[in-house]
Nanobody, 122 residues
Framework: QVQLVESGGGLVQAGGSLRLSCAAS???????MGWFRQAPGKEREFVAA????????LYADSVKGRFTISRDNAKNTVYLQMNSLKPEDTAVYCC????????????????WGQGTQVTVSS
């Protein structure tokens, strides 16, 4: 069992930056990690993923070049650095843990956090 707790969300102006954190319990290094987001009235959307060791990363086209995912296995934490934020980035951001597979597909992920709200004003 893995528990995930996100933090770092908030209100920021367009062009600003935020860093989200996701603290995990359990055997963190055994899981690939991902970030997803969901805006009101929209379906959940993949944002970024990182492999078990951190050697591989994957990004949605909409955030590539602006967001960076990283992990610190010693601290059981995965991060999402978000730069050059846009109003369309406004959403609840959730982290997720995948035991066996790495990728953008939600069904790969076994555990989910509750999410943290990110609001980008224009």
């Amino acid at each position: 069992q893995v528990q995930l707790v996100e933090s770092g969300g908030g209100l920021v102006q367009a062009g600003g930056s935020l860093r989200l954190s996701c603290a995990a319990s359990g055997r963190f290094s055994s899981y690939a990690m991902g970030w997803f987001r969901q805006a009101p009235g929209k379906e959940r959307e993949f944002v970024a993923a990182i492999s078990w060791s951190g050697d591989y990363t994957l990004y949605a086209d909409s955030v590539k070049g602006r967001f960076t995912i990283s992990r610190d296995n010693a601290k059981n934490t995965v991060y999402l650095q978000m730069n050059s934020l846009k109003p369309e980035d406004t959403a609840v951001y959730c982290c997720a843990a995948a035991n066996l597979r790495f990728g953008a597909t939600p069904i790969y992920y076994d555990y989910w956090g509750q999410g943290t709200q990110v609001t980008v004003s224009s």
